[in-house]
Structures are given as C-alpha cells and as structure tokens.
C-alpha cells in the first residue's frame, strides 16, 4: 500500500518492532526528501503520533502528502482519505517491513499462484527452492508466463 508515489520521500536505516507495535508501528527511520537526508521519524508503538526530529520536517512532509492523491479506504469501509506526514511515513514502514518479510519467506522457499486456480488471500502454492532467476525461468516454463510469483511480479502476500 504504497502512498509515496513521487518519489521524493525514503526512508533509510529502517529499525522496526513487531512485538512492540501494539497500536501503530514501532519504529525508528531516517528520512530523506529528494536524496536528501531531513531528519528521524520515530513512534514507540503505543498509538501516538509519529514524531520527527527536527520537528520542521513535519510540515515539509506534510506539504508532501498533500500533492497525493486520496487514499482509497474502502476495503474498510471508508470514505478515501487525504494523506498527510503519518499516513505517508506508516506506510513506506509498511512497505519496507513487506519487502524484508517476503525477501526471508523466498530465500527458501519459491510462493507462485497458478493461472487458472483460485486462490484465497494470503494462499499460495509453495514450492521448495529460493526465488533466484533460474526456478523464476523454471516456473514461467512450467506454468506460463501469467503465472504469478512473490517477490518478482508480486510485491504482496494478499
């Protein structure tokens, strides 16, 4: 669910919490603008707000945010939602702790979802071996080229 469609935001050194993130995410980032290093954005996991050291990018992230578009809440069963500095940052967290978490999972291990079969969120068909370039070859022979894989042409466990 990636928010940061410009670009212009990143985070680096990316320190996150699983067992602490109670209410919102437990983490710790640096954050760039443009390739440029702003500041730090922290949450201790507890529900408050991100906070930001200088508290100054705050705003410039803000502004950021406001050149997105809406967020489209309606899995929830809400109305699409303006982005703002949290929303933004909450999400890049999420997608850096999605991509490490299905870099562990394809070390090992190969997630494919074959065309025609039907498939449950978050079900896929396992098959030993790690996700390197010759089982992603091996794969798109055996089952096609519409053949889904985790971590090459699916970014997502859903």
């Known amino acids: 669910m990636s928010t940061n469609e410009t670009g212009r935001v990143t ?3 990316l320190k996150h919490s699983e067992f ?4 919102t995410p437990c983490f710790e980032a640096t954050v760039y603008v443009d390739g440029k290093r702003v500041g730090k954005a922290f ?6 707000a991100h906070r930001y050291d200088p508290f100054s990018i705050e705003k410039t992230l803000n502004e950021i945010a406001a050149t997105l578009p809406p967020m489209d809440m309606s899995d929830y069963g809400m109305d699409p939602v303006q982005q ?4 933004m940052i909450s999400c890049l967290v999420e997608d850096e702790v999605m991509r490490r978490r299905i870099a562990r999972m394809t070390a090992t291990k190969t997630y494919v979802r074959k ?3 039907q498939y ?3 079900e896929w068909t396992v098959i030993k071996g790690k996700t390197d370039e010759a089982r992603i070859k091996a794969v798109k022979d055996r089952y096609g080229a519409e053949v889904i894989i985790l971590g090459h042409n699916h970014q997502d466990l859903e």
């Open 20 to 23: 602490a993130s109670q209410e």
């Open 115 to 117: 065309p025609g079969q």
């Open 120 to 122: 449950k969120k978050g």
């Open 11 to 13: 985070l680096k050194n």
């Open 84 to 87: 703002d500095a949290d929303l």
């Open 43 to 48: 949450n201790d996991g507890q529900g408050s």
